[in-house]
């Protein structure tokens, strides 16, 4: 008999939830903005009313995507600025105590990787890095997704690249996230030309500033997968994010790049672009609830 669970993605700015069967995908899917400024526990409530409408006595249970970093117990520890009063909660509990229900809560990109394996590149040993208004990751593997002992394993986008560079979100200084993210090329390209871009511009332009843009964003890229390949042994590095709809011409040069810094045995890695269908995220938090994450 199929399975069905409630699937939900939490994004900065709307949030999905939708009625999902295990073989037939998304069978009922409703969106509604995230409004974040207005705390967590406002959120709770109208996902709940959402979830409410959608519930019948075949859901097995709810499978949470969201952002911030959250541990094993489903507490958010910690999340960016404009998520006000969403740290701390437990959101595994506050949805489980409403609707008498298991519930699974994971990281947004860790949702997207699930998603990934089921739906899209199936490899057991996968990395993905999401290079979006910031940096994810998530760690896929023997076909599991890894989280380490507190839940946020594959925070690759805090990886620092440059000792004491660039100031980044999380508190820290060169992170990955301020070299790699949409958000850092557009910054990068203003402070050389004193010229405000749009990324998908940069990487169309032939111009002197945009061609030193790219070609540094692809240098701190190809080390970046070349650090991933060498210290994981993955089937593919899957690049995923609002970035990677620029990356179809310099997929080559990535490969060539980053095979300056991979050791003899992970030459062979895959450096892909994620194919994926925008609904990846609550399919992979669903997916949590039909297998054991
Ligand atoms: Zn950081």
Not at 37 to 50: F, P, V, Y
Request: glycine share 12%.
């Amino acid at each position: 008999m199929q399975k069905y669970a409630i699937g939900v993605d939490i994004g900065g700015t709307g949030m999905q939830i939708a009625y999902i069967g295990e073989n037939d995908g998304i069978i009922k899917k409703v969106q509604i903005p995230t409004e974040a400024k207005n705390g967590g526990a406002d959120i709770i409530e109208r996902l709940s009313i959402e979830i409410e409408n959608l519930l019948d006595e075949n859901i097995m249970g709810i499978g949470v995507g969201t952002a911030g970093q959250i541990d094993n117990e489903g507490v958010i520890r910690s999340c960016t600025a404009n998520f006000k009063d969403w740290k701390g909660i437990n959101l595994k509990t506050e949805l489980e105590t409403r609707f008498n229900l298991p519930a699974q809560i994971v990281n947004d990109v860790q949702a997207m990787s699930l998603g990934e394996m089921i739906y899209g590149y199936s490899y057991p040993n996968m990395i993905s890095l999401a290079l979006g208004t910031g940096v994810g990751g998530a760690i896929i593997n023997n076909g599991k997704l890894y989280r380490g002992t507190n839940g946020s394993a594959g925070e690759m986008g805090h990886a620092v690249l440059v000792p004491f560079g660039k100031e980044c979100p999380c508190g820290s200084q060169g992170c990955l996230e301020t070299y790699l993210s949409g958000t850092a090329i557009e910054k990068r390209y203003l402070e050389l030309s004193g010229e405000e871009k749009k990324g998908q511009i940069i990487f169309k332009q032939d111009d002197e500033y945009s061609k030193q843009v790219v070609d540094e964003f692809l240098d701190y890229l190809a080390i970046a997968v070349a650090n991933i390949a060498n210290t994981f042994a993955p089937d593919a590095v899957v690049l995923s994010g609002g970035v990677v709809g620029s990356l179809e011409p310099f997929m080559d040069d990535i490969r060539t790049r980053s095979l300056q810094f991979t050791l003899e045995a992970n030459k062979e890695v895959k450096i892909l672009r994620s194919n994926l269908l925008s609904d990846a995220m609550i399919l992979g938090a669903a997916s949590t609830i039909f297998t054991e994450v």
